[in-house]
């Protein structure tokens, strides 16, 4: 997830976040359905999605006096980092009237802008562990493919419908932090390669400390510790453009940062990659393959498969490539080939490619440095927590997804990324001009390299 200078992950209006059981709401997980596949067949599994905890009420444990209210603490509540962690709980959500999440069978819809008693902008879910309410589900994808449905038809510029995983804990960090009582099912634990600052409550406690609001966003600000761990975008995208990107980290787990611990765009330092090693069609030369009446036509549904391909053939071998195709209409598309200067003519991410992307391009190779494909393997055989979203970006407009970023960099090979306007993009302005885009993400399946699609 290549968010340069971002450190907010999502936008959000309803004022929740904490670490505590709320009693008010109870908390009824959307069910949802998946597949595990063999090359026998594919059996269903019967799982749910959990709204990650920073989206949701976060009150007093004793009545209904919000801990956070605009994008400042209340300082009688949360004094200090543990104080706070006691006094706040965080509450079941309202999955539909609140924050537009629907799900149907195999289906899950994640609506834009819903506004109720207040208005909440996008969001982000977990899929639990099939029939656990505290668990979230783990995947360990070296040596396997990974698919789903998806309809980004309703998902103009500026927006992004992202699945991915996250090396988050399975338990949301239950068990390694005493004082976060709530856990995966309140959706609690998370991080990414970008050590987001604006998780309001991390290890358990909460991350007052220099917090400091936002300029740009009434409902958000940052803190001094950030939140990091292996991520791999499987999918970011809109109807204008998409990406897969791995983003390899240095440490092995859900890990806390403070200063130069944490990771900052185009730098070596701090312990994750956040640029990574990313394969967007557009940026690499073919502009005619992903768009609406394009080769994967996103005017309609398409299936999105993933192969994580290892050294061995085997689990137990080091990742050494990532492989993309799409299935439309009955027919097998085959990801676009590369088409830049210095970049061997190829159709999916491996060493070569991530090296040879990073000279043309002139970019830092801070994905080479935090572990490469091999890193990247290492938090996929340890586990990685399957995450599905929609946002919009206040750090940048996700020109970096879509349109040329940066923005002063003229003609350069690896600006370009899509073709919508570098005026795009302005949340206040995708936000009052497109409220009811949606993506619609099915039929997930997961298991053995070639059994999770048909054509």
């Not at 539909?96 to 996008?122: A, C, E, I, P, W």
């Not at 391909?309 to 676009?336: D, M």
């Not at 970049?343 to 002139?362: L, M, R, S, Y």
Request: proline content about 4%; overall charge negative.
């Amino acid at each position: 997830m290549f968010r340069s200078t971002a450190l907010l992950t999502c936008t959000f209006f309803v004022i929740a976040y904490g670490q505590q059981i709320g009693t008010l709401l109870a908390e009824n997980h959307p069910p949802l359905t998946w597949q595990e596949c063999t090359s026998s067949g594919c059996t269903t599994q019967s799982s749910s999605v959990v709204l990650d905890g920073n989206w949701r009420y976060l009150h007093q444990t004793s009545s209904s006096t919000n801990c956070y209210e605009g994008n400042t603490w209340d300082t009688v509540l949360c004094p200090d980092p543990t104080t706070c962690a006691n006094n706040c709980a965080l509450d079941g959500a309202d999955y539909q009237g609140t924050y537009g999440v629907t799900t149907n069978g195999d289906s899950l819809t994640l609506k834009f802008v819903t506004t109720s008693q207040q208005k909440n902008v996008g969001s982000r879910l977990y899929l639990m562990a099939p029939g656990s309410k505290t668990e979230y589900q783990t995947f360990k994808l070296v040596n396997q493919e990974f698919s789903f449905d998806v309809d980004v038809s309703q998902l103009p510029c500026g927006l992004n419908g992202a699945l991915y995983f996250s090396q988050m804990d399975a338990d949301g960090g239950m068990a390694r932090f005493s004082t976060n009582k709530a856990g995966a099912q309140y959706g609690t634990g998370y991080c990414d390669s970008q050590c987001p600052h604006d998780i309001k409550f991390i290890d358990g406690l909460a991350n007052i400390v220099d917090w400091t609001p936002s300029t740009n966003n009434p409902n958000t600000g940052t803190g001094n510790t950030g939140s990091c761990c292996a991520e791999m975008d499987v999918w970011e995208a809109n109807s204008m453009s998409a990406a897969v990107t791995p983003h390899p980290c240095t440490v092995t787990e859900q890990t806390a940062c403070t200063g130069s611990t944490c990771s900052s765009p185009n730098s070596t330092a701090g312990v994750c990659d956040q640029a990574g090693c990313d394969f967007n069609s557009f940026r690499l030369g073919d502009t005619t393959f992903y768009g609406p009446g394009q080769t994967v036509d996103t005017t309609k549904p398409f299936t999105v498969v993933t192969q994580f391909v290892s050294s061995n053939n085997q689990s137990t071998g080091t990742l050494s490539a990532i492989r993309r195709l799409y299935v439309q209409n009955g027919k097998v598309i085959q990801n676009s080939e590369t088409n830049i200067p210095g970049i061997t003519a190829t159709n999916e991410i491996d060493a070569t490619f991530c090296e040879q992307q990073k000279v043309a391009f002139g970019d830092t190779d801070t994905f080479d440095s935090k572990g490469g494909l091999s890193g990247m393997g290492k938090a996929m055989s340890a586990g990685m927590v399957l995450v599905l979203s929609l946002w919009d970006d206040y750090a940048v407009n996700m020109l970096w997804l879509d349109s040329d970023f940066p923005t002063n960099g003229g003609t350069k090979p690896g600006v370009a990324r899509g073709s919508c306007a570098v005026s795009s993009g302005v949340p206040a302005t995708v936000e009052a001009q497109s409220p009811n885009a949606q993506v619609i993400y099915s039929n997930i399946k997961f298991g053995a390299i070639g059994t999770t699609f048909t054509a």
